[in-house]
């Protein structure tokens, strides 16, 4: 992977981006768009390579969203980042259908661990970030968790973040 031309994603599981939407669908269709938006801006200066953490949420959508683009934009790779061998086994039905799919058509894969351990979630996301030139995603300004985490972490590494922020349920244009 060419770190100039390699992005990874982050955002927040479907609870918590509902909730940061202010269960607004309409704030959450924008938020996708301005996902896509970013993805697409992301392909027309050059980058190549996308970096999944296969996560419930904006993570598939993302990488989803790649997986259609690569029929116009053949030279995309997507590659799943998984915590762990067994990553996604326990969830429900629909998204464990999603994550296989991804999983099938992913340029490649990288299995960080042989099983679930605290903090393999956030050495994922750490992963993500040291491979990958921009961070690209949805976040609830300020929050904690995993987003917030790869957030602070991103920034602390000097990379470009290109974030739709929520905030009292609309999509910036940040």
């Known amino acids: 992977m060419d770190l100039k031309t390699t ?5 927040h599981r479907p609870d918590k981006l509902w909730e940061a939407c ?3 669908p309409a704030a959450l269709y924008e938020a996708r768009h301005q996902l896509q938006q970013r993805i697409l801006r992301a392909v027309d200066e050059g980058y190549t390579t996308f970096l999944c953490g296969m996560a419930q949420g904006v993570d598939i959508w993302a990488g989803e969203m790649v997986l259609s683009l690569q029929e116009v934009f053949p030279e995309l790779r997507l590659v799943a980042v998984m915590p762990f061998r067994g990553h996604g086994e ?8 999603r994550l296989r799919r991804l999983r099938r058509f992913c340029s490649e894969e990288v299995v960080l661990s042989g099983g679930y351990y605290k903090g ?6 750490r992963y993500m970030v040291d491979h990958a030139a921009r961070v690209i995603g ?3 300004e300020g929050s ?7 957030v602070r972490y991103a920034q602390g590494k000097n990379r470009e973040l ?3 922020l929520l905030a009292g349920g609309a999509a910036s244009l940040s």
């Open 162 to 164: 290109d974030l739709v």
């Open 138 to 140: 949805i976040w609830q």
């Open 22 to 24: 202010g269960r607004d």
């Open 120 to 125: 393999c979630f956030l050495a994922r996301d």
């Open 7 to 11: 992005v990874c994603f982050t955002g």
């Open 144 to 150: 904690d968790g995993g987003t917030g985490y790869t």
């Open 90 to 97: 326990g969830w429900p039905r629909e998204w464990k259908a």
